[in-house]
């Protein structure tokens, strides 16, 4: 067989192995069933607004991996009983694992707790919705009107309730009662 042969047909055999590759990959990758922008959603509880999320764009999957992703980022509202703001979260990018009941949070995250008035920074934390416990396992920042401290996780409930640091250390102002 020549050689200029032997090159054309294995250069076809590679053109099509290349093509089949792509359909492949093109097949595997998953493209949202449905696709919202600029979404405010409510949670009600027991009758009452309790949770106000907005985003400027949701997309929704479907399958084992069910999810809804907001890639521009999201911002969750805590709302008192009589609607007042009890807390304010903020991320640039959110999943919410519609299987498991669980946001994922990540990249810039902020927290605002209103009744103590604190402010807590991190990369990334975890809300199970099932329990109203959010918690991150990476370094936190804390600013309060006593100071700035740091952590090496936070770990919450949903309405701030109760608010613990794990390792914490910085500095913070303390007054004594006499």
Same mark, same amino acid.
């Given at each position: 067989?020549?050689l200029?042969?032997?090159?054309?047909?294995?250069?076809?055999?590679?053109s099509?192995?290349?093509?089949?590759?792509?359909?492949?990959e093109?097949?595997?990758k998953?493209?949202?069933?449905?696709?919202?922008?600029?979404a405010?959603?409510?949670?009600?509880?027991?009758?009452?607004?309790?949770?106000?999320v907005?985003?400027?764009?949701?997309?929704?999957?479907?399958g084992?991996?069910a999810?809804?992703?907001?890639?521009?980022?999201?911002e969750?509202?805590?709302?008192?009983?009589?609607?007042?703001?009890?807390?304010?979260?903020?991320?640039?990018?959110a999943?919410?694992?519609?299987?498991?009941?669980l946001?994922?949070?990540k +990249?810039? /995250?902020? $927290?605002?707790?209103?009744?103590?008035?604190?402010? #807590?920074?991190?990369? @990334?934390?975890y809300?199970?919705?099932?329990?109203?416990?959010?918690?991150?396992d990476?370094?936190?920042?804390?600013?309060?009107?006593?100071?700035?401290?740091y952590g090496?996780?936070?770990?919450?409930?949903e309405?701030? +309730?109760? /608010?613990? $640091?794990?390792?914490?250390?910085?500095?913070q102002? #303390?007054?004594?009662? @006499?």
């Open positions: 067989m020549p200029a042969s032997t090159l054309a047909l294995s250069f076809s055999i590679f099509c192995s290349e093509k089949e590759t792509m359909v492949v093109q097949e595997q998953q493209y949202p069933l449905q696709v919202i922008k600029d405010q959603l409510l949670r009600s509880l027991n009758g009452g607004v309790d949770i106000e907005k985003t400027p764009l949701i997309e929704m999957y479907s084992d991996s999810r809804m992703i907001s890639p521009k980022g999201i969750v509202l805590f709302l008192n009983p009589d609607l007042t703001s009890k807390a304010y979260l903020t991320a640039d990018y999943i919410n694992y519609n299987n498991t009941n946001y994922y949070v +990249d810039n /995250v902020v $927290i605002i707790d209103y009744k103590e008035q604190d402010t #807590f920074y991190c990369q @990334d934390l809300w199970i919705k099932d329990s109203a416990l959010l918690r991150t990476l370094p936190i920042r804390r600013q309060s009107s006593a100071g700035t401290d090496d996780g936070l770990r919450a409930t309405y701030f +309730d109760s /608010v613990k $640091i794990k390792n914490p250390h910085g500095s102002l #303390f007054e004594e009662n @006499d």
